[in-house]
């Protein structure tokens, strides 16, 4: 990887993946990820439309976790965001790295999401190392990668004029 301390978006910034093998994983595991958020978004969506009041009833009774008080104050007074961003949000996240758009602005959004069901699911039952924990790996590793470049739209949207003339958005695609 190359990195220019003086302009960190100039065109040398990659991962060189070594070879089409890594880079067919990297669109795999990219997919993968975008399916599982895209069918935990849309079977709430299709269970029960934009109204997933679970999410806030959980959150209304998240005491004694590591989060403290904040998912309870959370579910009180964000209800009308929580119960329709839910779906909305995941199944967003999941088309968007299915489809490889904007890959890392939707990883920022599963890790948000998987850092809440993390942290929020503090029993740490299963260990500190669970399927939470794996799942914001899984989309850090989006970011840090920029698997959208690998097969997926971001690829082509970076080749666009406006985004040559505007290259901090090169922080959201990839």
């Excluded at 679970?54 to 209304?60: E, K």
């Excluded at 009308?80 to 904007?102: D, H, Q, R, S, Y």
Aim: hydrophobic share 55%; charged share 10%.
């Amino acid at each position: 990887m190359a990195y220019s301390e003086t302009n960190p978006l100039a065109e040398n910034f990659g991962f060189d993946v070594g070879g089409p093998i890594a880079a067919y994983w990297i669109a795999l595991l990219r997919v993968i990820t975008g399916w599982w958020f895209f069918h935990a978004g849309v079977t709430k969506i299709i269970e029960g439309g934009l109204n997933f009041t679970y999410g806030v009833m959980y959150m209304q009774e998240m005491t004694g976790t590591a989060l403290g008080p904040i998912p309870v104050w959370m579910g009180n007074n964000l209800g009308w965001l929580i119960a329709p961003g839910v779906p909305l949000f995941e199944t967003l996240i999941g088309l968007a790295l299915i489809a490889g758009a904007f890959v890392r602005l939707a990883a920022f959004g599963g890790t948000i999401f998987m850092t809440l069901f993390w942290i929020g699911n503090a029993g740490f039952g299963h260990g500190v190392v669970n399927s939470d924990f794996m799942g914001l790996l899984l989309f850090v590793t989006m970011i840090f990668l920029g698997a959208g470049r690998y097969y997926g739209l971001d690829g082509i949207i970076e080749k666009l004029g406006f985004v040559k003339a505007n290259p901090k958005l090169r922080y959201l695609l990839g």
